[in-house]
């Protein structure tokens, strides 16, 4: 790729450069009124102690391939020593394609047990940062630490591109307080803790904190101690900024990984209990793929009167493999009364498990009003499900604008990732389709997964064609008329072929694969907590 540069440039070495210690060096590089500094290959690796750098702007720094910025073994016996912290840096690009940030957290476990808070790299504060290309690994603490600095509460604009953060003691990436994070392509990993041990953790620390305009696109979270992603909000309020996180196209594998403390999954979203007062906002799951968990894919214990989750076009591919449900959704309270449980959707949101559980459990308390706000649509494959409580719930009073759809299939339609909506186009084919606008002329509509469709045909001559190679979904909205000889034609069939049937349709067909789960229908399970 091209790197372009500043008005002036200068390898760090030339600083003064020390093969057993060069921290000075580094840190008089990057306050230095250099436009761009050059991380420059040495003999040796770069070692260093702990940095806190201050006041970094206006700099882009560039490691040059293979460049190792390490740790000194015994320089960061202090718990709150940090490989790489920036304090308060504006407008600052960092660019380290085929170079690594190295810590050593087996070290730190002989100084205490706890080394969470020896982070690689911290960002503190600050506005404008860009960072790709690194591989940051082993520190005690986070691999990625973001938070605001003494004049404002949060960073701002922050961008983290092709980062591979693996094998950290605490946290691959810990969000405590940013306002426009976009993380894209990067993978967390390998983490392993006594504290926490996810690889995408959203923990504020104070009720001014916020979490707002984050976006991670493309990303995966795997082998993961706890949880691939957690949101953990107790101390958030309702008068805090409300939260806005959205996942598109991301991947999560085999997190709760080499965890026999039991409770761990992929994703785990909490307030605490703090749930008479949480924060609003809401946090999204687009096309999300999760395949190959050991527990659930979602746990939750958060009131309806908090922010929205929301899962669109999500599959969950042979999950539960040791146990669990892939939804589980808990009451926010077993001692205190609380709100009621809920604010949960998930659209078109497809599973595959094997064991007997239900694919959405909840466990009820006497302490909550009941299940509110939770409505979805989902194709489930297990052989082994009980039909007559696909759905389970224990201690749930009462339920309010619960609508759960669902359909059971012997196999998961082959292809996609959990796919992309759209308006599609003229003999195109995506994963996933879903169509709202009329069509007045023929065309052709495919998609490899699934074609929802709720407009209205209305062509004038010719032949308007829908087909999938998984399913066809015609849902309230969806009708059509004709005057002479055209023709609507809808099947099942690979995007690379052609289906010949047309059908006829006078009355829109309204979700005929899917049964309306009714609670008052069925036996309550026994209560297991």
Not at 371 to 394: E, R
Not at 504 to 510: A, C, F, G, S, T
């Amino acid at each position: 790729f091209t790197i372009k540069t500043n008005a002036s440039q200068r390898k760090a070495s030339t600083f003064g450069f020390s093969s057993t210690d060069a921290t000075t060096a580094f840190i008089n590089a990057l306050k230095s009124n250099i436009d761009t500094i050059i991380i420059d290959k040495q003999t040796a690796d770069w070692n260093v102690g702990p940095m806190n750098i201050s006041g970094v702007r206006n700099k882009v720094i560039i490691f040059e391939s293979g460049v190792v910025l390490k740790a000194i073994k015994g320089r960061f016996n202090d718990r709150n020593a940090t490989l790489l912290k920036l304090l308060s840096p504006v407008n600052v690009t960092i660019l380290g394609y085929g170079a690594k940030l190295k810590m050593d957290k087996n070290e730190y476990i002989t100084y205490q047990s706890n080394t969470e808070y020896r982070h690689n790299l911290y960002i503190n504060g600050g506005n404008g940062i860009t960072i790709k290309g690194l591989t940051i690994e082993e520190s005690g603490g986070d691999g990625i630490y973001i938070t605001g600095d003494n004049s404002l509460p949060y960073a701002r604009n922050i961008l983290l591109e092709d980062l591979n953060v693996i094998n950290h003691g605490r946290d691959a990436i810990s969000i405590i307080s940013v306002d426009g994070l976009t993380v894209k392509n990067c993978s967390f990993s390998g983490t392993k803790s006594n504290v926490l041990g996810c690889g995408i953790n959203f923990e504020p620390n104070t009720s001014d904190q916020r979490l707002t305009k984050i976006r991670f696109e493309g990303c995966r979270a795997f082998e993961n101690f706890l949880y691939g992603v957690q949101v953990s909000v107790h101390n958030l309020v309702s008068t805090s900024t409300p939260l806005d996180i959205n996942f598109t196209d991301c991947y999560l594998t085999n997190n709760y990984f080499n965890n026999t403390k039991g409770g761990a999954g992929e994703i785990k979203i909490s307030v605490g209990k703090n749930f008479n007062t949480p924060p609003k906002g809401t946090v999204t799951f687009n096309n999300l793929l999760v395949e190959n968990s050991q527990k659930s894919v979602l746990t939750s214990r958060k009131p309806v009167n908090a922010f929205s989750v929301n899962f669109i076009n999500s599959i969950f591919k042979n999950v539960c493999t040791v146990s669990s449900s892939p939804i589980t959704l808990e009451t926010p309270d077993y001692y205190v009364t609380t709100p009621a449980l809920g604010g949960f959707s998930f659209q078109n949101t497809q599973i595959s498990y094997n064991n007997t559980n239900p694919f959405l459990r909840v466990f009820g308390s006497t302490t909550m009003p009941g299940l509110q706000d939770v409505t979805g649509t989902f194709t489930v494959a297990n052989p082994n499900i009980n039909t007559s409580n696909a759905i389970g719930y224990t201690r749930v009073a009462k339920f309010t604008n619960v609508v759960l759809d669902y359909q059971l299939v012997a196999k998961l339609p082959d292809g996609g990732t959990g796919g992309g909506g759209g308006t599609g186009g003229t003999d195109t084919c995506t994963d996933n389709l879903t169509v709202t606008t009329n069509e007045t002329a023929a065309t052709v509509k495919k998609a490899a997964v699934t074609l929802t469709a709720s407009n209205k045909i209305n062509h004038t001559s010719g032949t308007v064609r829908y087909q999938s190679g998984g399913k066809l979904f015609f849902k309230p909205g969806f009708a059509m008329s004709s005057d002479a000889g055209e023709v609507f034609k809808a099947g099942i069939a690979p995007c690379n072929e052609t289906i010949n049937k047309a059908f006829q349709v006078e009355q829109p067909i309204v979700q005929g694969a899917f049964t309306r789960w009714e609670p008052n229908n069925y036996q309550a399970q026994p209560d297991t907590k």
